[in-house]
Nanobody
């Protein structure tokens, strides 16, 4: 069982930066693939980024490549999402998720989810 708690959301102007954190409970955090997803009002949940258990392999959605960076600190049981050059279309509820096994861009493949944190980018 893994419990996830996101933090770091809020309001930022377009072009600004924000870092999200996702703190995980449990001693087996380092064995989980971690992902970030986002959901805007009236839209489906979209993949943002994923990182392998060791942090060596990373995937990004095309829409965030070059602007967002996912990382993890297994000693702190935490995964991060650094977001730069934010755009109004990045506005969404951002959620972290955990799964065993290989990385996936499919939300349904993840077993554990945080409650989400709101990110609002003003133009």
């Amino acid at each position: 069982q893994v419990q996830l708690v996101e933090s770091g959301g809020g309001l930022v102007q377009a072009g600004g930066s924000m870092r999200l954190s996702c703190a995980a409970s449990g001693r087996t955090f380092s064995t989980y693939t971690m992902g970030w997803f986002r959901q805007a009002p009236g839209k489906e949940r979209d993949f943002v980024a994923a990182i392998s258990w060791g942090g060596t392999t990373i995937d990004y959605a095309d829409s965030v490549k070059g602007r967002f960076t996912i990382s993890r600190d297994n000693a702190k049981n935490t995964v991060y999402l650094q977001m730069n050059s934010l755009k109004p279309e990045d506005t969404a509820v951002y959620s972290c998720a955990a799964k065993l096994g290989r990385r996936s861009v499919v939300a349904g493949h993840y077993d554990y989810w945080g409650q989400g944190t709101q990110v609002t980018v003003s133009s």
